[in-house]
């Protein structure tokens, strides 16, 4: 992976990753949505639908639970759940949703779990869904369900001096590391320039420190290792993308050996000039899915 792409990837993903505010964008009103969006989707989320919304295109079911309908959802994105949708005129029991009232419809679910897929895919590819009732045949050529939804789930922002997303990953997935310098309790870091901001990255793997760098405190960082210099986010944030597997195998000094897991890395930041300031080592302990 070059500079570029890694710039490149990277502002697609911090466009995901540091919301200072958000509103669900369906291009469907405010029939459905997720609640709560920033989420956490190792922890549970509610899929939310208003049946009474004219965006839901869903007439049959308005008012079903006053009728003593029960609604159910049906799936197909970021995977089909491993339990089955059921079928058109039978859905699975365990897609049942829950009436909170006022034609609004809920249902809870731990969506790496529900879904079995990792964070990142659920961040990246969002949740599609309908609502319908237990059977979905027609009614007078009519079928008793919702439009199709698509709803967008961002990941929660960074609220500690160091954090990264995913939090969960695989070492071929692309992970971002995000420093708040505003959270900086070294006087000489603080205030960095928008441009002047490096990382310092250390893999620990089999239980050996890997450097990715032998002189953390070289006065030439910014030409030998551009790589390391983080991008500018506003706010006092700074964040860096890498392709774990590539960056700690193939462009380290010291290469994790293959067949080695990544169990953590460590990350100390520092301006170019090195001038003895030089931040404290945070350590970002993952778990690696197989």
């Known amino acids: 992976m070059n500079l570029i792409e890694n710039k490149s ?4 993903i911090l466009s995901l990753i540091i919301p200072f505010s958000f509103i669900v964008t369906l291009g469907l009103g405010q029939a459905a949505w997720i609640d709560p969006n920033p989420a956490n989707v190792n922890a549970e989320i509610k899929l939310m639908v208003n049946v ?35 079928n058109w005129n039978a859905s699975n029991l365990d897609m049942k949703m829950t009436s909170e009232g006022d034609n609004i419809w809920s249902f809870t679910m731990v969506a790496t779990q529900f879904y079995s897929v990792d964070a990142s895919t659920i961040y990246d590819d969002g949740i599609s869904f309908l609502t319908k009732k237990y059977d979905g045949s027609a009614i ?43 959270l900086e309790s070294n006087p000489g870091l603080q205030n960095i320039d928008p441009d ?53 195998r193939q462009m380290s000094e010291n290469p994790v050996p293959d067949g080695v897991p990544i169990e953590v890395i460590k990350v100390k930041f520092r301006k170019s000039a090195f001038t003895g300031n030089i931040s404290n080592s945070s350590e970002l302990e993952f778990q690696c899915e197989d």
Not at 71 to 83: A, V
Request: a negative charge; one cysteine or more; glycine letters at 8%.
């Open 196 to 248: 002047d901001c490096y990382f310092i990255p250390v893999a620990v793997a089999g239980g050996q420190e890997y450097k990715y760098i032998n002189n953390e405190f070289s006065q030439n960082i910014a030409t030998e290792h551009p790589e390391l210099n983080m991008f500018f986010e506003g706010n006092g944030k700074f964040a860096s993308t890498i392709l774990s597997d590539t960056f700690f």
């Open 52 to 86: 009474a919304d004219p965006a839901c295109e869903c007439d049959l079911l308005i008012d079903a639970d006053i009728a003593g309908d029960s609604l159910y959802i049906w799936t197909w994105e970021p995977s089909d759940p491993p339990g089955g949708n059921g």
């Open 140 to 182: 007078d050529g009519a079928e008793p369900k919702s439009v199709d939804f698509h709803v967008t789930v961002d990941p929660p922002g960074c609220v500690d001096k160091v954090c990264a997303f995913p939090g969960i990953f695989r070492e071929d997935d692309y992970l971002t590391i995000i420093y708040d310098n505003f």
């Open 9 to 12: 990837k990277m502002k697609k």
